[in-house]
């Protein structure tokens, strides 16, 4: 059992409640999700009547072809994030290299931006408004950013099964939470059932602890960590003789198509087999620590919250 008292209002809870606290009800959920997302996804990006990648017009402004020096990201969050692993970090760079074979424009998140967001306290903010909450987070006696950050060492959880899921905005590398696949997890826990989904839910209310309201966007059933996102159709656009533009749908398909050979690659050599994961097949989440973001952290940036 966790060791953090519950809010009544925690937005986790309820899916570990619906679950009735089951680890392998939790990783089907999430299984689920990420499924379903992407055969959705997928039957809209190849419709005939697509018309085209959802750039990130921020993005588009700060990097890539079409910057704009001295623009600056309006947009200040505080969340708290997990660093993939060595192991994991490889596992991306192999995917954005196929990726970028077949969608040269595409822009690839750098591998020291990567993270997986456990909880986003604040979004969208001023930052006047993120410095109020940073401070009584920092003036918390009861729980401080050290304890948040340490929280997963004596609550080990492990993620699994690598799929890479996308839509027409970004793709991501995600993960389902281990349900007694991950031995190096489940040997230092007191706790078998104790899963990634427990660990957010936890996160929540020790945050809620130091007096920080949590407003956080993401509480569906998905751990995932940004790997790429669109910011320029090129590629994907083909010239009419009317000297129009309109989407190469070929091209969306072979980028479609790469997605689906790079999962069925994924499933056949990084997912549990006969009891063993290949090296960035699994994830111990935290192991070295969350880390607490502060400011224009969208892509991977910010500045680091002090953890005292």
């Not at 001023?126 to 050290?146: C, F, H, N, R, Y």
Request: charged letters at 25%; one cysteine or more.
């Amino acid at each position: 059992m966790s060791s953090v008292p519950l809010s009544e209002d925690n937005p986790f809870q309820s899916l570990i409640a619906e679950a009735n606290n089951d680890s392998a009800t939790l990783q089907s959920r999430y299984e689920n999700h990420r499924v379903t997302r992407n055969s959705q996804q997928r039957t809209k990006i190849l419709a005939d009547s697509f018309p085209g990648w959802s750039l990130d017009e921020i993005l588009k402004r700060l990097d890539g072809p079409g910057k704009e020096d001295g623009f600056v990201d309006p947009r200040n969050c505080l969340v708290i994030w997990a660093r993939p692993s060595s192991q994991v970090r490889d596992l991306i760079f192999f995917i954005q290299n196929e990726l970028k074979s077949i969608s040269p424009s595409l822009w690839l998140m750098p591998p020291e931006n990567l993270h997986i967001t456990i909880l986003e306290a604040a979004h969208s903010l001023t930052e006047e408004q993120i410095e109020e909450l940073v401070q009584a987070l920092l003036s918390s006696k009861d729980v401080t950013p050290g304890d948040i950050a340490a929280y997963p060492r004596s609550h080990p959880t492990c993620l699994i099964k690598p799929m890479v899921s996308f839509d027409s905005a970004a793709l991501a590398l995600s993960f389902v939470p281990a349900s007694c696949e991950c031995l190096e997890a489940e040997s230092s826990s007191d706790d078998e059932q104790y899963t990634y989904h427990h660990l957010r839910r936890d996160i929540f209310d020790l945050v809620r602890q130091t007096k920080v309201p949590v407003a956080s966007r993401y509480i569906v059933p998905s751990a995932h960590l940004t790997i790429a996102r669109f910011i320029s159709q090129d590629g994907f656009m083909v010239k009419g003789s009317d000297g129009t533009e309109t989407v190469e749908h070929s091209r969306v398909k072979l980028l479609v198509e790469k997605i689906g050979e790079i999962n069925q690659k994924l499933e056949n050599e990084y997912w549990p087999k006969e009891g063993a994961i290949k090296e960035g097949g699994e994830w111990i989440v935290g192991q070295e620590g969350l880390v607490i973001r502060r400011g224009r952290v969208w892509y991977g940036g910010g500045q680091y919250v002090p953890l005292g």
